[in-house]
């Protein structure tokens, strides 16, 4: 894998959101959302990102995609620069650069058929004539698993697998090489959640996609991703191959949320570790190490000094004093 | 007394829509015994919502119970008035809601929605309410209650607020508590935490708890029965390790390998093709025939009897030839 020439480079990404108060609006603080991310997407793998809400997983998506401006760090888009580029030359790379939305229903507009919503981005980044469009778009709803009569439906006549379908018929439309997930399964019935997995992979496979698959459901980015980052209060916790996160985890988080997970067996009594309280605010973050104050393993140093991101060895990356 | 402090028979549900009535639920019976925890798992559109909400007479305006009853210590809560409901709900049989922050009134205190059941159903006084109110709030798990009581609900996180449900519907020590997925909204860490609340607090107090969920990772962790249902029926019930360990309705063992497991090696997720079917759809024999892997002419036209063997039910042709003789057939309408 080191070899290999990343698509999408993130170096030190972070941003943060001023909080103004007082009288002349001054900034007083900031929400720190995305507070240091150093991330390589290798091209045709998929990279899942799990955490808790508010842990900055859906920014981070946003910022990849350019859709937040960042406040430090760099993006580096097949080897281009694109940290500071204006939106009229964001515009070409964004037909390479999708995105799949939890709630499809949402992200479709009500009043719009289904087959127009999905040549709309045809009609802005091609020169195909009307026919064409046309003959592409039915090309890509049998693809999904649509059916070519649905062209003129609007979005209230699918169900929730139906749209998503439809949302990800969307995203395919400009032969992307790179789509942000972003809890693209999250809302849909666990028997249409694993149609729509199993989708994913298909189409991964037959068109070579790259996949940012955000979730906070770690049996889904199981079964979906190569290598999975995990995010805590806008900081990298661990990285690494789906296969060593999940049988070896180094990071106390990712323990306890590995052992937090509802297990869909009956067994004997598994041993659980618990975290204690809630997650803390990013606008007021501990100091040291973000995990501390729900750390089993906490020590003095975790409060005083924030852990290194470092290599503990073979790919495998963790920020832990103890790791 | 009861053995069952819950009896629900045969119950339908049906809403009134422009186009005539609409049936919901077409006849499920189950039972809850004391301090037992049911389980009644299904995708959305199943019915177990508006069958959950029946049990205390929250249905919405335009839907109606149109057959069956529900008998809580042998009183039939279907013939109820209203005033008489009231007295029972918050009391006798309590609701924890999914999402708290639409459940919470945002404009009164935590302190005062907690004083409010106490004060109606048993009758205490402002002060001696407060009391017990903080002294629930401590046993949900929230630090500071004095100062909580005097808090807003936006003012709390979600875990902190589904613990403020809890206390609230545990407040006048109630029979049953009825639980439509109260984790679903919260993070795993959080809602490890309030499953391990509940598990305790009906221990404690020998409550006993029917809660709704599509989780089926919840179930295992919580339920001692479970009941499956698949568009407005139950498709099977039975004990948690029989549900899990050996699933007969071929619904319930694709819904179990349609979830994710983090323990288990999968390449492909065995998906249950087909989605869900709309109420109005009219659908001869099974229900579950047109996504069944084993449908059988049988299955298309006549709807399957549910066969019985040790409080194991499945509502499945499948069984029959196996049931002959030991199992005890249940002639459904």
């Known amino acids: ?323 | 007394m009861f053995e069952h402090i819950l009896e629900v028979k045969d119950l339908g549900i049906q809403f009134k829509t422009a186009e005539g009535f609409l049936s919901a639920v077409h006849g499920i019976s189950f039972n809850v015994k004391r301090g037992e925890t049911v389980c009644i798992v299904g995708e959305s559109g199943c019915g177990k919502s508006v069958s959950a909400l029946s049990l205390i007479g929250l249905l919405p305006n335009n839907g109606e119970v149109y057959k069956g009853a529900i008998k809580f210590q042998g009183k039939d809560l279907t013939k109820l008035t209203s005033d008489e409901i009231r007295k029972l709900r918050g009391n006798d049989i309590s609701m924890i809601f999914q999402e708290p922050m639409t459940a919470l009134n945002p404009v009164f205190t935590i302190g005062y929605q907690l004083r409010e059941p106490l004060k109606i159903h048993q009758g205490l006084n402002k002060a001696r309410a407060n009391q017990v109110a903080i002294d629930l709030l401590r046993q949900v798990g929230i630090s500071v209650p004095e100062q909580r009581m005097k808090q807003y609900p936006h003012e709390l996180s979600g875990g902190m607020r589904q613990r403020v449900m809890i206390a609230i519907a545990l407040a006048c020590n109630p029979k049953i508590l009825i639980a439509d997925e109260p984790t679903t909204a919260l993070d795993v860490t959080i809602q490890a935490q309030i499953l391990e609340l509940l598990n305790d607090l009906k221990q404690r107090f020998e409550t006993s708890v029917v809660m709704i969920t599509h989780d089926m990772g919840v179930v295992a962790e919580v339920a001692d029965r479970v009941i499956v249902m698949y568009s407005g029926e139950i498709v099977e019930q039975g004990d948690v390790e029989t549900i899990f360990n050996h699933p007969e309705h071929p619904y319930t063992q694709g819904l179990l390998a349609s979830v994710p497991n983090v323990d288990l090696e999968q390449d492909i997720l065995e998906a249950i093709p087909g989605t869900m079917p709309n109420l109005e759809e009219q659908i001869s024999g099974c229900r579950f025939h047109p996504r069944c892997p084993f449908a059988t002419d049988k299955c298309r036209e006549t709807k399957p009897d549910i066969f019985s063997i040790d409080q194991h039910d499945v509502r499945c042709w499948l069984k029959e030839a196996e049931a002959d003789g030991q199992a005890s057939r249940i002639i459904s309408n």
């Open chain 1, 1 to 323: 894998m080191g070899k290999q020439v990343a698509l999408y480079q993130i170096n030190d990404v972070k941003k943060h959101y001023p909080i103004k108060s007082g009288l002349l609006k001054r900034t007083k603080k900031a929400v720190r959302a995305v507070n240091g991310i150093t991330l390589d997407i290798q091209e045709n793998e998929t990279l899942g990102v799990v955490g808790e809400s508010g842990c900055g997983k859906s920014t981070l998506g946003r910022i990849i995609l350019g859709l937040e401006p960042l406040t430090e760090g760099e993006l580096i888009f097949k080897g281009e620069n694109i940290t500071h580029y204006r939106s009229s030359q964001l515009k070409p790379l964004k037909r390479q650069m999708q995105m799949i939305f939890q709630d499809p229903y949402a992200s479709l507009d009500p009043r719009q058929k289904i087959g127009p919503a999905i040549e709309e981005g045809l009609i802005i980044h091609t020169s195909l004539n009307a026919q064409e469009r046309k003959q592409k778009v039915i090309e890509l709803m049998q693809e999904v698993g649509l059916q070519p009569s649905h062209y003129s439906r609007y979005p209230h006549e699918f169900s929730g697998g139906q749209r998503q379908r439809i949302g990800i018929a969307r995203a395919l439309a400009l032969n992307p090489s790179f789509i942000v997930c972003d809890e693209a399964v999250s809302a849909l019935d666990v028997s249409v959640q694993a149609q729509v997995i199993n989708l994913l992979k298909r189409l991964q496979q037959d068109y070579r996609l790259t996949y940012l698959f955000i979730s906070h459901d770690l049996g889904v980015v199981k079964h979906i991703s190569d290598r999975v980052l995990v995010m805590y209060l806008g900081n990298m916790v661990e990285l690494a191959s789906v296969k060593d996160l999940y049988s070896n985890p180094r990071h106390p988080y990712t323990n306890a949320l590995l052992s937090a997970i509802p297990r869909p067996t009956v067994a004997k009594e598994r041993v659980k570790i618990k975290l204690q309280g809630e997650i803390p605010s990013p606008a007021n973050p501990p100091s040291g190490c973000p995990f501390h104050t729900r750390c089993p393993l906490a020590q003095s140093v975790c409060s005083d000094q924030k852990p290194e991101w470092r290599n503990i060895g073979g790919d495998h990356f963790a920020a832990c004093h103890f790791a």
